[in-house]
């Protein structure tokens, strides 16, 4: 039976896409592996809280860097630090279910404000997608299923055999969200040149500011892998939004998501960004994967793993208690997250504050060392200034896309320098000497202080012959780098054309 137009209208269509029924199998999903992402790096933190968010430290709110002062309130050790506790908890509690929504709303509460409360080192994207993530799911039935509140809700019997169904819009609102923080982060790279001209990649790979990354080092060297990986991830970035909603797309949209954050741990060194993005990816699991899944879990070669966990859970859930009321047990658990904290913090001393010689005391820099960091009078070497230089004779996106160490007569070799930002307006130079040194040809070119490259191009012509020979880069009349290459036989165009004439 065919739908009627009404049915098939945008308003239908709309009403559909963010009122259908569903049990939100991929909203638990999302909030078993998401307050564990973001809860890691926050326990980490645990022993700087006095720090980084009390009156003891200095902390420096998000609102104070656009000079709106000091809008939140900034507590004191003896209240942070316990309520800092009950903000681990609330994600723990999170992640295992157990009074979902309270804990939920506390978790984004406390979550947001300790990021805002250290807009320099706490507060970064990930942080920020992790709060709205943790938002989504406080509005979401996201403790309904796979959670202590469902176990609990099912031994009481006051719940159906089925699992419950509810709108899907939180779950849309998730995906919304991923469409447009990625359609955003497509249109700043296009406005971006050094983004497909792989020099941001390129010095990204090369550091350490997240964490180590060799892998990343390796793969910085190759031109033609950064401008392509460039390109193709604005094309995802752009797609994204259209297609994941498409049954055909979403499992190419998402596999390309998970392959590109993959890629970002292994070449840049990113650990919780990936795992946070990864985890608002389980929201984009619908209620008919859940039911594939399971048929493939009945199957044959499952049916033994399946049946003792089964067992497992039983004999756990024979083991809790029936008397005790869930909110006296939340509140004993507060209670005990909050004492913890602060014994835990007091027992660290971090900053000695409870020893002999009492609290820790700031120790004066050296004079000459501060005068060093803040005004340098030691110019940069001019060595410093250039990243690297290349020779080939190909070029893709202006990188060199080539190497070579052997050249024919009649070849056209492009000498390509790298610099380093930022650097001041350059006369730079290049040189081609024989095996003895001796200075055959001579070149150069301005480089403004907004090029991080130039490319020197030389036709190896009638004033070489075979043998050795090196392509010599230097600045302020020094030599900064020195490629060795070797001149063999007339290229097949050259004997070519002499051969016709």
């Known amino acids: 039976m065919n739908p009627s137009p009404a049915e098939n209208s945008p308003r239908t269509a709309l009403g559909r896409f963010f009122f259908e029924q569903e049990t939100p199998f991929g909203m638990a999903l999302v909030r078993i592996f ?3 992402a973001a809860g890691i790096p926050m326990a980490l933190r645990f022993p ?6 009390t009156t003891d430290g200095s902390p420096v709110q998000v609102f104070e860097m656009y000079r709106q002062g000091a809008v939140l309130p900034v507590l004191p050790p003896a209240v942070a630090v316990p309520v800092y506790g009950i903000m681990l908890l609330c994600l723990l509690a999170s992640i295992v279910g157990f009074r979902t929504r ?27 997608i992790a709060s709205h993530l943790l938002l989504l799911l406080t509005v979401s039935n996201a403790g309904s299923v796979w959670s202590v509140d469902a176990f609990l809700k099912k031994r009481s019997g006051t719940v159906n055999i089925l699992p419950p169904r509810f709108s899907v819009w939180p779950a849309r609102l998730v995906q919304l969200l991923f469409a447009f923080i990625y359609f955003g982060a497509s249109i700043t790279k296009i406005q971006t040149a050094e983004f497909f001209s792989g020099d941001q990649m390129r010095y990204w790979m090369l550091s350490n500011w997240n964490y180590e990354n060799p892998i990343g080092e390796a793969v910085a060297m190759s031109s033609p892998l950064l401008l392509i990986s460039a390109y193709l991830s604005v094309i995802w ?7 994941v909603w498409r049954p055909r797309g979403r499992l190419l949209m998402l596999g ?45 070669p499952f049916k033994p793993l399946l049946r003792l966990s089964a067992l497992a859970m039983s004999r756990m859930a024979a083991a809790v208690p029936q008397t005790v009321p869930t909110g006296v047990t939340w509140t004993c658990l507060i209670a005990i997250a909050a004492i913890g904290a602060t014994e835990a913090e007091l027992r660290m001393d971090l900053y000695q504050s409870r020893s002999e010689s009492g609290l820790m005391s700031l120790i004066p820099m050296d004079q000459d060392v501060a005068l060093t960091m803040l005004r340098d009078k030691n110019p940069v070497r001019e060595h410093d200034k250039f990243f690297n230089f290349e020779i080939g004779t ?18 056209t070799m492009i000498a390509q320098c790298n610099l380093n930002p930022p650097h001041e307006d350059m006369w730079v130079e290049c ?25 020197f191009f030389y036709t190896l012509g009638n004033k070489l012959v075979t043998g050795q020979y090196s392509m010599v880069l230097k600045s302020a009349n020094q030599e900064i780098h020195r490629r060795h290459f070797s001149l063999t036989s007339e290229s097949a165009a050259a004997n070519f054309d002499v051969s016709t004439n």
């Open 34 to 36: 998401l307050p564990l």
């Open 48 to 53: 700087h809280v006095r720090e980084l968010y």
């Open 102 to 128: 309270t804990s939920l709303c506390l978790a984004t509460v406390l979550y947001s404000y300790f990021n805002v409360l250290d807009g320099i080192g706490t507060l970064t994207k990930y942080s920020v």
């Open 237 to 243: 970035e752009v797609l994204f939004a259209f297609l």
């Open 256 to 300: 390309a998501g998970a392959f590109f954050h993959f890629m970002t741990w292994l070449t840049l060194g990113l650990y919780v960004f990936p795992a946070i993005c990864l985890s608002g990816y389980f929201a984009f699991v619908s209620e008919q994967d859940v039911v594939r899944l399971r048929r493939l879990a009945t199957s044959r």
């Open 394 to 411: 190909s070029t893709i996106g202006y990188q060199l896309s080539n190497r070579r160490t052997e050249y024919a007569v009649g070849d």
């Open 431 to 455: 040189l081609v000497q024989d095996d003895q040194e001796r200075t055959i040809e001579q070149f150069g070119q301005f480089v403004p202080r907004e090029s991080l490259r130039a490319n």
